[in-house]
């Protein structure tokens, strides 16, 4: 292995297996090595690492953080894992054009620590943001409690520099505010999950950092009744930066993980307003307005260490829920906003029908929830196996989707034709096209290993 890559220092390429275990595995609970590790530097290097796999034909999976849940960075049988964590320079902050470009492997809150010298952000928040790269985010289109009012990571992409599974470099989008030029093929990458190509660059917009800051706790007696108050907030286009929900089992799991005391309740609503001004202060009693009227008990927040206690506190539902059961499956379906009580219900009949234990909790603010099956032996897995393909199946009958932000891989691959149809063979055909060979994380998003292969 060490010759076919000899244009790597040693150190770089590894193939030892107890350095193999560290990439065997991402926040799923599956796990599979690779064959090698390889560790680039440069865009060149990347160019010659895929030439080599190309003419091979060994499988590349591309590797940030290995932060996802869904299993796109898992490797595949025979693969060689591409770890680009040593690709992890900010080469440039451009302040006149709002622009900032970095290399794939820096660490999300690295980046806002730069950023926030120049009284800028990049805004998508991700629950991983203290170790996740943007090379991870580009291609999960991740997001987090902020993109009700900011969006996603594609809404921020602004240039990609890709090697294609052919080994040709093409280089998309700039720092311009707009462009009719053709096709946008920069975002057709953006979502990807390393099935198209490398990035080896990356462009981002970022946007004035908010100054002032205000939030709110709801406590609620009922848990959908909680999703009609949030439907009904967003209804009013109240500008909310942040509108969480947590159902009861979530709550009681956090308080006993961190500590901090959020009161009982059957659900809990969290949200901040943000921006450049006191205004902050009347635009959360207006939202806190609504969910009084239907019911909460409400407390505001506009202490700075306040406000960020509760954000510790729904930070912390993921590790807090892991100790709950010894395998969790984490799920993030998306509806639109006017269907959020109705899937709030559904979530509850589900759990009930099957006789398991779902712990909801999730950016409530743009539809998007984490229905979180806790699970403890192979016998309950296969009724929450079942009760999850019941999920997906309410979800896209209610106008949904099937991942507001954790991606496809392999976790969601058998569901993905029910919610694209068609759409999917012309996806199929978009990858034959810039990875003629399938050397480029084969076996994710498509359920079937070779599958675009059988098109024609
Ligand atoms: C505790 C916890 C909380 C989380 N919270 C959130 C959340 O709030 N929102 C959210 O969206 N996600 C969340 N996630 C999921 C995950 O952190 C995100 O998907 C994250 O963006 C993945 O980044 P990563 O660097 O770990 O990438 P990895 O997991 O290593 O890889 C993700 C994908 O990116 C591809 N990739 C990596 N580098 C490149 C490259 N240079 N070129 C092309 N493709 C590449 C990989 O092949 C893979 O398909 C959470 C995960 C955990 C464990």
């Given at each position: ?24 595995y991402d926040a799923t609970p599956s796990r ?39 299993g ?254 010894s395998t969790l499956l ?45 699970v ?5 897995m ?29 976790e ?45």
């Amino acid at each position: 292995m060490r010759e076919l890559f000899s244009f790597l220092s040693e150190e770089r390429v590894l193939v030892d297996k107890e350095d193999l275990l560290l990439y065997s595995y991402d926040a799923t609970p599956s796990r599979r090595y690779p064959i090698a590790v390889v560790r680039p530097v440069s865009t060149e290097e990347v160019v010659e690492i895929v030439k080599v796999a190309s003419r091979k034909r060994i499988p590349l999976v591309a590797r940030g953080a290995g932060t996802s849940l869904s299993g796109a960075p898992l490797p595949c049988e025979g693969c060689i894992v591409v770890d680009f964590s040593l690709m992890d320079e900010i080469i440039e902050v451009d302040e006149v054009n709002a622009f900032v470009a970095v290399q794939p492997g820096v660490v999300y809150e690295a980046l806002n620590r730069e950023l926030a010298k120049h009284g800028l952000f990049f805004p998508p928040d991700p629950g991983s943001g203290s170790v996740c790269t943007i090379a991870g985010m580009v291609a999960m289109n991740s997001s987090g409690i902020r993109a009700v009012k900011y969006g996603t990571t594609r809404d921020y992409v602004a240039s990609l520099e890709v090697v294609l599974g052919t080994g040709r470099v093409v280089k998309l989008g700039g720092r311009y505010k707009k462009s009719s030029s053709g096709y946008d093929l920069k975002s057709l990458f953006v979502g990807s999950e390393g099935t198209l190509g490398l990035f080896t660059e990356i462009g981002l917009r970022v946007i004035p950092r908010p100054n002032h800051h205000a939030a709110m706790i709801a406590h609620f007696d009922d848990f959908t009744e909680a999703g009609k108050a949030i439907t009904q907030a967003m209804a009013k286009r109240l500008d909310v930066a942040v509108l969480e929900v947590m159902d009861s089992l979530v709550v009681e799991a956090v308080e006993s993980f961190s500590g901090i005391n959020l009161g009982s309740a059957e659900a809990l609503v969290l949200a901040e307003v943000e921006g450049f001004d006191a205004n902050v202060k009347e635009e959360i009693r207006r939202i806190a307005q609504v969910f009084t009227r239907r019911g909460a008990k409400v407390e505001l927040a506009f202490d700075e260490a306040e406000i960020a206690r509760l954000w510790r506190a729904r930070k912390a539902a993921l590790p807090a829920l892991a100790r709950l059961a010894s395998t969790l499956l984490l799920e993030d379906i998306t509806v639109p906003v006017s269907a959020l009580p109705e899937m709030m219900r559904r979530i509850r009949g589900i759990g009930q029908r099957h006789n398991i234990r779902i712990a909801t909790f999730g950016h409530a603010g743009d539809g998007n929830l984490h229905p979180t099956f806790l699970v403890e032996n192979e016998e309950e897995m296969r009724r929450v196996s079942a009760a999850i393909e019941e999920l997906f199946r309410e979800c896209l009958s209610l106008g949904g989707t099937l991942s507001g932000e954790h991606g496809i891989g392999t976790e969601k691959r058998r569901y993905f034709e029910l919610e694209h149809g068609y759409a999917t063979q012309v996806m199929r055909e978009i990858k034959r096209a810039l990875d003629p060979k399938n050397i480029l994380n084969p076996g994710k998003i498509f359920y079937g290993r070779q599958a675009y292969f059988k098109l024609r």
